[in-house]
């Protein structure tokens, strides 16, 4: 099956620089993720077992895209400076959190987002196809803010949660079958 575009990474940094999520994903299955927290059980708030390591979380992401991610920060801080205008003028909500195209590396594409709080995600989409401006690249470049707002959505869920530690690696069974819901959803509609 040809596809137009598959998200296979997703990063959230911290405003800080540390990573708070790291996870691949291939086509419409996430790569090595272990949900069974050894004690058998569930929390529809992604409670049960927080603490205790509930995923496996050793190569949640390939050394490649943690590579990938690594240097599409540079460029992040670069584009974002605050000394830049880089937001569109007039631009609100997700729009105005909006980054781009850090860079394109082989088959793939690294977009960024910054939150109002410094919080950066960072994606990695597989896509053959260069942005040059044309309708069908348009849809897909709306398809990967959607992506993004929805991300970022599914975070500040998960940082209202009290029981969250903040700039703590991301933990929550809840949060982490948001992403690979959001994940599959875009891999199975691109």
């Known amino acids: 099956i ?52 509930p995923f496996e979380l050793e190569d949640a992401s390939s050394l490649r895209h943690q590579f990938l991610i690594h240097g599409s920060l540079d460029r992040f801080e670069e584009l974002a400076d605050p000394k830049k205008k880089w937001r569109p003028q007039g631009a609100s909500g997700s729009n105005a959190m909006w980054v781009g195209l850090l860079y394109p590396v082989e088959n793939l594409r690294l977009y960024g987002y910054l939150t ?3 919080v950066k995600i960072i994606v990695a989409v597989e896509d053959v196809f260069m942005p040059d401006g044309d ?36 933990l929550s069974r809840r949060f982490y079958n948001n992403i690979a819901a959001l994940a599959q959803s875009f891999n199975d509609d691109s």
Do not use: C, W
Request: zero cysteines; hydrophobic letters at 40%.
């Open 135 to 170: 309708k069908q690249q348009k849809t897909k470049i709306d398809s990967v803010k959607f992506l993004m707002a929805s991300i970022h959505a599914a975070f500040v869920e998960h940082v209202l949660n009290p029981f969250s530690q903040p700039k703590e690696k991301i």
């Open 2 to 53: 040809f596809r137009n575009m598959a998200l296979v990474s997703v990063a959230i940094i911290g405003k800080d620089g540390e990573p708070l999520f790291l996870q691949d994903y291939e086509g419409s299955k996430e790569v090595k993720r272990n949900t069974d927290n050894g004690f058998g059980l569930d929390s529809s708030f992604g409670l049960a077992g927080e603490g205790l390591l």
């Open 116 to 118: 109002s709080t410094g």
